[in-house]
């Protein structure tokens, strides 16, 4: 839950911290699948100078495979502060050693 407080209050340095150096992430904002920590800091940068998402985790589950699926609550919004979107997705995370080796956003059906 404390990655969610990091992400909502921008805070890069302790994202980025808590993903292995070769962290597969998904671009949910521009498409396809991002790399590394750079190039996940990198999309954060220029995703937040466009829009203002904010996510808020309801419920918390471990998948068979040890996977960990976070519900989230998903808000947007442009950077005058008009909604563009809100709805619930699933974040689905592979961990190792601690650290987010693998993220995967599930559209709720």
């Known amino acids: ?25 998904p671009n949910g ?6 790399r590394g920590r750079d190039e996940v800091g990198d999309y954060w940068r220029r995703q937040w100078a466009a829009i203002d998402p904010t996510v808020t985790p309801t ?13 989230v609550r998903q808000v947007v919004r442009d ?8 709805h619930t997705v699933t974040h689905v995370y592979r961990l190792v050693g601690g650290l987010v080796a693998e993220m995967e956003i599930r559209e709720r059906s």
């Open 29 to 34: 904002w521009e498409g396809g699948v991002l």
């Open 59 to 71: 419920a918390f589950a471990v998948e068979p495979d040890g996977r960990i699926a976070v519900s």
């Open 79 to 86: 950077r005058a502060g008009a909604e563009l979107a809100n």
């Open 1 to 25: 839950m404390s990655l969610y407080a990091a992400f909502n209050a921008r805070d890069v340095p302790t994202l980025l911290a808590s993903m292995t150096p070769d962290v597969s992430w």
